[in-house]
């Protein structure tokens, strides 16, 4: 059983590069950030007959998250359950696996722009928000997937430059507290349940020959709850979609699980 994420910054642009990575690597369930489009121009059709079935919560322009599953995703939740948003960031729906059922819940977490603005407030409460609906979440679904563009690196080894980045945003104490607040909930990353190669990103910017240059940050996580912690066999970065023409800036995360 395969799970995945994968920010393509805009569908529109990237479903024939989604479509072709699908088809080399045929993953249960994907799901995906910054659709940049509405509901009704999601490409349901296209990926019916790539073989998945989508729940879809979109948003004209910016925002927008979907999960594409080979079983028909149900118990679909938009948005975090008590925390008002204009904004298209999260949805959440349960999944059937081989033994059992899995609860996904995907998210494009705030940006911030940077520290003190209005936007980085709006982040802090929104990951207070997610932490709290979580909590409860994870009650009635212990087996449950958070996963998406978490918009933070979680410690140094998650960031090109620790020292030159400090306390920038992404890099920030208040948002690495908010992400450890998270794992305190009953969650593991996945990637680093193994050991993985130094320098191991998710996200270049599109300037400089930052890929090239690997100077990029990890900020694509797959975090798993205690229940499924144990059924964990791999977790990896593809930075293959990273080399394709007109690429994405983020590339895909797949972590393996044994049946359930």
Request: proline fraction near 5%.
């Amino acid at each position: 059983m395969k799970i995945s994420t994968w920010n393509v910054n805009s569908l529109t642009v990237r479903l024939p590069q989604v479509l072709d990575w699908l088809a080399a690597n045929p993953v249960d369930v994907l799901c995906l950030q910054e659709l940049k489009l509405s509901d009704d121009k999601f490409p349901l059709a296209a990926l019916e007959a790539a073989g998945y079935q989508s729940a879809v919560f979109g948003q004209k322009t910016y925002n927008g998250v979907a999960i594409l599953s080979r079983t028909p995703p149900r118990n679909i939740v938009k948005n975090i359950a008590g925390f008002t948003d204009e904004q298209s960031r999260v949805i959440t729906a349960t999944v059937d696996m081989p033994g059992g059922e899995v609860r996904v819940v995907n998210g494009y977490f705030v940006n911030g722009q940077s520290l003190g603005s209005e936007k980085f407030a709006y982040k802090m409460k929104w990951l207070e928000g997610l932490r709290e609906w979580l909590r409860e979440e994870l009650k009635v679904h212990p087996n449950l997937v958070l996963l998406g563009d978490f918009n933070i690196t979680a410690d140094d080894r998650d960031t090109c430059d620790p020292e030159g980045l400090r306390e920038t945003i992404h890099h920030s104490t208040e948002e690495r507290q908010h992400f450890q607040a998270l794992l305190q909930l009953g969650l593991t990353d996945a990637f680093r349940m193994f050991e993985q190669p130094e320098k191991s990103y998710s996200w270049w910017d599109y300037r400089e020959m930052a890929f090239r240059r690997n100077r990029g940050l990890r900020i694509d996580y797959i975090l798993v709850s205690d229940a499924l912690k144990p059924l964990v066999s791999s977790c990896v970065i593809d930075k293959l979609p990273r080399k394709n023409e007109r690429p994405s800036d983020h590339v895909p995360v797949v972590v393996e699980l044994a049946s359930l």
